[in-house]
Nanobody
Framework: QVQLVESGGGLVQPGGSLRLSCVAS????????LGWYRQAPGKQRELFAR???????NYADSVKGRFTISQDNAKNTGLLQMNSLKPEDTAVYYC???????????????WGPGTQVTVSS
């Protein structure tokens, strides 16, 4: 079984920074695509950052220039550096990964349980 666990969430003041991590464990050969989603109360879940195994990144306009997504492939870990945080960034943040499992044909996607990020006003 493959599990994803996010960490690093918490309370931060506007303008502050947080660093989230997404650690994947299990029989993992590689992570092909890793994405970060967030869901604020009363709103739909939003994909705001994505990175491929080749290093290609994509960002939603809402976070472009403030957030940086990266991967530590050796540790099967995704990272999200969030700077210049705003109150509207408050949400539950989820990691999603498309994984090539050892001994399994094809890719499988997995989700972490989420971590709360709260930016005070």
């Amino acid at each position: 079984q493959v599990q994803l666990v996010e960490s690093g969430g918490g309370l931060v003041q506007p303008g502050g920074s947080l660093r989230l991590s997404c650690v994947a464990s299990g029989s993992i050969l590689s992570i092909t695509i890793l994405g970060w989603y967030r869901q604020a109360p009363g709103k739909q879940r939003e994909l705001f950052a994505r990175i491929t195994s080749g290093g290609t990144t994509n960002y939603a306009d809402s976070v472009k220039g403030r957030f940086t997504i990266s991967q530590d492939n050796a540790k099967n870990t995704g990272l999200l550096q969030m700077n210049s945080l705003k109150p509207e960034d408050t949400a539950v943040y989820y990691c999603n990964a498309w994984v090539q499992n050892l001994g399994v044909v094809g890719l499988t996607d997995y989700w972490g349980p989420g971590t709360q990020v709260t930016v005070s006003s």
